[in-house]
């Protein structure tokens, strides 16, 4: 079992940033591919990023923004969000997934509660 624990959420004005953080239970974090999704108020949940290993993938609407990242000596993976649109605000979630059941099953296991982003205009 993994417990993901979000942090570095807020408020900041348009053009902003913010750098989210997300620490990981378990020893073998190394082993799992991490990400990010985000849901705003009265859309669906969608796809932000994710990193395995060393590669990464980001949704359109962020490519160019955000960065995502990970410090397997410490269990967390970031996620860097830079010039903020209102668009932006949403609840954020990070996701995990052990890599090789990824393989199989293309989906993510283990969810954290979320840290909400307002971005103003």
């Known amino acids: 079992q993994v417990q993901l624990v979000e942090s570095g959420g807020g408020l900041v004005q348009a053009g902003g940033s913010l750098r989210l953080s997300c620490a990981a239970s378990g020893r073998t974090f190394s082993s799992y591919r991490m990400g990010w999704f985000r849901q705003a108020p009265g859309k669906e949940r969608e796809f932000v990023a994710h990193?395995?290993?060393?590669?990464?993938s980001y949704a359109d609407s962020v490519k160019g923004r955000f960065t995502i990242s990970r410090d397997n000596a410490k269990n967390t993976v970031f996620l860097q969000m830079n010039s903020l649109k209102p668009e932006d605000t949403a609840v954020y979630y990070c996701?995990?997934?052990?890599?090789?059941?990824?393989?199989?099953?293309?989906?993510?296991?283990?969810w954290g509660q979320g840290t909400q982003v307002t971005v103003s205009s």
């Open positions: 996701v995990a997934v052990a890599e090789v059941l990824w393989a199989v099953r293309g989906r993510y296991d283990y």
């Open positions: 990193i395995a290993r060393s590669s990464t």
